[in-house]
């Protein structure tokens, strides 16, 4: 359970509700994001938690906030339009596909390998592949008598890549953000972002999560 104020530690959050409807104030369906969430209407269930948030949120909004650099917040989404799970996923480059969607956590939201889904971004509908494959995520230079050798660890990526074009979602990111300066600031360039997934489990919309990114818009 979070240790700031939150969703999950809000006296309205049901867990038990049927299809993640876990809110007993307001009908929406609960978003599954790697950040805080909270409304206008959050109170407490944990007695020692009373931190005050320095926002005013507006009410029948959903927002999104993290401590981790200081407070910074953004909204969501309004309830009503919350009628399908979200979730978090990172984009970044696959030497093989190009820039793809990597779900970490949540794959039992899409088909096995070797489906095509359909992924609206923008308003347009992009086919993309689902794959799960081995990349190696790490190396380590060892000593050996004959000099170093290079280690390499790996592990299978659930991973979804366009067939239309191996920089789609790069170009799609350069329209919001500063993507190469972006990428010029950090060690493992992935960017945040959200993706809708719909009722029938083969329709997905990709949307920006600009959490960590105001300097880069």
């Known amino acids: 359970?979070?240790?700031?104020?939150?969703?999950?530690?809000?006296?309205?959050?049901?867990?038990?509700?049927?299809?993640?409807?876990?809110?007993?104030?307001?009908?929406?369906?609960?978003?599954?994001?790697?950040?805080?969430?909270?409304?206008?209407?959050?109170?407490?269930?944990?007695?020692?938690?009373?931190?005050?948030?320095?926002?005013?949120?507006?009410?029948?909004?959903?927002?999104?906030?993290?401590?981790?650099?200081?407070?910074?917040?953004q909204p969501l989404v309004a309830f009503t339009q919350l009628n399908n799970v979200v979730i978090s996923v990172s984009l970044r480059h696959d030497e093989a596909y190009g820039w793809i969607i990597y779900p970490r956590r949540q794959t039992h939201f899409f088909?096995?390998?070797?489906?095509?889904?359909?992924?609206?971004?923008?308003?347009?509908t992009c086919k993309?592949?689902?794959v799960?494959?081995?990349?190696?995520l790490a190396t380590e230079i060892i000593p050996t008598e004959d000099g170093w050798d290079e280690q390499f660890h790996s592990r299978q990526i659930f991973?979804?890549?366009s067939v239309e074009s191996p920089t789609l979602l790069y170009d799609w990111l350069k329209t919001i953000m500063d993507v190469d300066a972006y990428i010029a600031d950090t060690l493992s360039p992935s960017v945040f972002a959200f993706l809708e997934v719909a009722g029938n489990d083969?329709?997905?919309?990709?949307?920006?999560?600009l959490l960590f990114y105001e300097q880069y818009l």
């Not at 407490?44 to 981790?68: C, D, G, I, N, W």
């Not at 096995?112 to 308003?123: A, H, Y």
Request: glycine share 2%.
């Open 1 to 73: 359970m979070h240790q700031y104020p939150d969703c999950t530690n809000c006296v309205f959050y049901n867990k038990q509700a049927k299809h993640h409807r876990h809110c007993g104030k307001h009908s929406f369906v609960m978003p599954l994001i790697d950040w805080q969430m909270i409304c206008a209407d959050w109170q407490t269930k944990l007695p020692h938690l009373q931190v005050q948030l320095p926002f005013t949120p507006e009410r029948q909004m959903l927002y999104y906030y993290s401590m981790a650099r200081g407070f910074i917040v």
């Open 111 to 124: 088909p096995p390998p070797q489906e095509l889904v359909n992924v609206v971004i923008d308003g347009r």
């Open 128 to 130: 993309f592949q689902v």
């Open 132 to 136: 799960n494959e081995e990349r190696n």
């Open 159 to 161: 991973m979804l890549y």
């Open 202 to 209: 083969v329709d997905y919309a990709l949307f920006p999560d």
